[in-house]
């Protein structure tokens, strides 16, 4: 009876197995958000994509809660295991809502810097697929662990001036012949930078089940 029960358990290996699907989700719904940004006629494809890409990530996180709540032995602490795949499953949802802006506003053209924040995007989810696997062996990863959260840091600076430096062309710019332009483009803004704030999130949870267990 014991080893039957036991069967039904997930295995402790399961929960990296499933952190690893998600960050396979997050760096395909990044570079297609990145690819929505080149513009043109396939843009609501690729939001479709985004879209798609969401939904794969929530399933995951789905299957990660339901496998806490029925794992006796974790890899690290429960509430770890909840904030880490709640903020890896914020990033995709984050950049659903920027697809979803740019289907709300039909948008076909998309603003220089708006296209250097996609790549900031797709930077920190590569990052981010980079660490997770090395949550397997937290210790003996720690120093790599350190350098990838230290850059997606970074990366986050980075959003921060390309949002300001974005929002002040289109200020001085789209907004000069077209009010509503600046609108649109602040708020896809406002999405994008968002985004690449959410994956920072996923970096400090991630330093802190670093802390914990060195």
């Known amino acids: 009876m014991i080893r039957w029960f036991q069967a039904l358990m997930p295995r402790e290996e399961g929960f990296f197995d499933l952190f690893e699907a998600h960050a396979r989700t997050l760096c395909a719904g990044a570079r297609s958000l990145r690819d929505l940004l080149d513009g043109g006629p396939d843009v609501p494809e690729h939001c479709a994509a985004v879209a798609r890409h969401e939904e794969e990530a929530d399933r995951i996180a789905r299957e990660v809660m339901l496998a806490v709540s029925r794992t006796f032995i974790t890899p690290f602490d429960r509430a770890d295991i909840r904030n880490l795949i709640s903020s890896m499953d914020d990033a995709i949802d984050q950049m659903h809502k920027t697809a979803k802006a740019v289907t709300l506003f039909e948008q076909r053209e998309f603003q220089p810097l708006m296209v250097v924040l996609g790549d900031v995007i797709v930077k920190s989810a590569d990052l981010t697929a980079e660490a997770v696997p090395l949550?397997?062996?937290?210790?003996?990863?720690?120093?790599?662990?350190?350098?990838?959260?230290?850059?997606?840091?970074?990366?986050?600076?980075?959003?921060?001036?390309?949002?300001?430096?974005?929002?002040?062309?289109?200020?001085?710019?789209?907004?000069?012949?077209?009010?509503?332009a600046f609108i649109v483009g602040a708020e896809i803004y406002d999405h994008l930078e968002k985004v690449v704030d959410r994956f920072e999130d996923v970096a400090s949870t991630i330093s802190g089940v670093l802390i914990e267990h060195l």
Do not use: C, F, H, K
């Not at 300001?164 to 789209?174: A, I, K, W």
């Open 135 to 180: 949550l397997r062996q937290l210790r003996n990863n720690a120093p790599r662990i350190n350098s990838i959260t230290e850059q997606v840091a970074r990366l986050e600076e980075d959003s921060d001036g390309l949002y300001d430096r974005g929002m002040s062309e289109l200020y001085r710019g789209p907004a000069r012949q077209d009010p509503m």
